[in-house]
Structures are given as C-alpha cells and as structure tokens.
C-alpha cells in the first residue's frame, strides 16, 4: 500500500496544539485534511493519545439528542393522525373554474364535505401516521418488551415443533 505524503512539521505542532485543546482525532484529521489514522499514529509517536472517554461521552450524547429528535417525531407523526380524523368530519373550500361567457361565473367556490374516497385516503393517511408513531415509540421504548415477545414467539414455535415430533414419534410406534 502507498504511503502519504508525510506530516509537515507546521502540521505536527497544529497536532500538539489541537490535542492540547482537547479535539478529537476526527476532528483535527478534517482540520487538517489528513485521515483519521495518519493524525492517530502521529499523536502516538509524540507520546499523545486521544481520550476514549470523551468519545463515549459524544456517543451517548448524540444518542440521547436522537432519542429526542425521535420523541418529537413521534409527537408530530401523533397529532398528524388526530389532523386526519379531524379532517374527516370537517368541511373544506372547493374551488370550481369553468369556461363561461360571463366573467363572473367562471370561478365559484363552496363549503364541501369529505366524499368516501377522501375519507378513504384520510384514514390510510391516520393510520401510515399512527404506525410510524408507534413504531418510533417501540424503538426507544426501554421495557423490553418487544424482545420478550420476539423470544416468547419462538419459544412457543419451538414448543409446537417439538410436540409435532413427539406426535409422529407416537403415530410410528403404533
């Protein structure tokens, strides 16, 4: 494999200098344009290493900013399906153009009411909105209770399937 171009020794001491302040591998590779494992070996060999716990610390940070972001989705994927069922029993402006002589008659607008078709696609549209609310609601749902159910399905496929064996093994000895 080739190797790059090496350090500079003005990029060495930006190393030293960045390390110093407390950034991240990552974050002085893309300062300096350098990959992650040239700003790495390079730290080393100057008897610096980069501290995992602040790695960890932004990890579980960005994780907890996410599961936020997700509630909130969660919330707006909600009250998007309470829109829906709320707009099946409300009147909206229909807009009508037609190609008549007078200019006055050829736009008209009315009060309507949801044709079936419209309160179709509107219960489709609650029910896309309250799947993914729930579905972001399981994915960060601390109980467990989702693997449980995962590992009681198989459990009692696995039970059926035992028992269908010991069925036939009694069929063959008859």
Known sequence: MAKGTPLTDTELMKIRVMHGKGWSA?????????????VCRSA?????????????????????DMKARRARLAERA????????????RPYMDHAFSQAKDKDE??????AM???????????AAATAMAEHRRLADFDSEDG???SRSMLGALAAGLAAAAGHLDDAGDDES
């Not at 050829?106 to 009060?111: E, F, K, L, N, P």
């Open 26 to 38: 990552s974050k002085i590779s893309k300062e300096l344009g350098k990959p992650r494992t040239t």
């Open 44 to 64: 080393a060999r100057m008897g610096m290493y980069f501290d995992h716990a602040q790695t960890a610390a932004a990890t579980a940070a960005a994780a907890t």
């Open 78 to 89: 909600l009250i998007e399906a309470e829109g829906c069922f709320d707009d099946l029993h």
């Open 106 to 111: 050829r736009y008209s607008q009315h009060a």
């Open 114 to 124: 949801p044709t079936p078709i419209d309160k179709s696609q509107l219960m489709r």
């Open 145 to 147: 209770s989702a693997a």
